[in-house]
Nanobody, 124 residues
């Protein structure tokens, strides 16, 4: 199983980025895909997730700014990030799991597969 996160970069306050998470080696359409982020010296935090049925979930701080979506024909999940703020600066990771239950969707330890991370830096 491989998850490849990409699309990070340096952007100014208020800017936008789109992250991609390309998966291989698993039945993609059955996976819940989550995005997490980790800033220096902090824990890895939940950002957003999308279930196999397309239902989406977000942490409160990104609601209305970030949108998670999936394209099962490309085995890829996207995280569109608008109105970025300096506090969004972190390494962003995507993760996958075929059997995660809804009550655990925000828990990083419940995800079986992880990508390598992509750096997002928002300058003020």
């Amino acid at each position: 199983v491989q998850l490849q996160a990409s699309g990070g970069g340096l952007v100014q306050d208020g800017g936008s980025l789109r992250l991609s998470c390309a998966a291989s080696g698993l039945t993609f359409s059955r996976q819940t895909i989550g995005w997490f982020r980790q800033a220096p010296g902090k824990e890895r935090d939940f950002v957003a997730a999308i279930r196999y049925n397309g239902y989406t979930y977000y942490t409160d701080s990104v609601k209305g700014r970030f949108t998670i979506s999936r394209d099962n024909t490309k085995n890829t999940v996207y995280l569109q990030m608008n109105s970025l703020r300096p506090e969004d600066t972190a390494v962003y990771y995507c993760a996958a799991d075929p059997s995660i239950i809804l009550s655990s969707i925000r828990l990083s330890r419940q995800y079986a597969y992880w990508g390598q991370g992509t750096q997002v830096t928002v300058s003020s």
